[in-house]
């Protein structure tokens, strides 16, 4: 038996948590995708994640520090 660490969903909007980008309120696409916390996390569009990644990675740096 290989332990395993936690294994991330698969990266599709199924697995989705939300259904709109929190930034705009658009429907989430397909091809701006990440996770978070083990959760698949989507945005209209590469920027809005690319900003969502930019603040988490700003929070966790912190908390890191703590
Ligand atoms: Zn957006």
């Known amino acids: 038996m290989t332990s395993k660490t936690a294994a ?3 990266l599709t909007r199924d697995n989705c948590v939300n259904e709109t980008c929190p930034w705009s309120g658009k ?3 397909s091809d701006s995708l990440t996770y978070y916390r083990g959760h698949v996390v989507g945005f ?3 920027g809005c994640k690319d900003k ?3 603040a988490t990675e700003a929070f966790d ?3 890191e520090g703590i």
Do not use: D, G, K, M
């Open 52 to 54: 969502f990644e930019a």
């Open 27 to 29: 429907a989430v696409s």
């Open 44 to 46: 209209c569009n590469p």
């Open 61 to 63: 740096a912190r908390l």
């Open 8 to 10: 991330l969903p698969e």
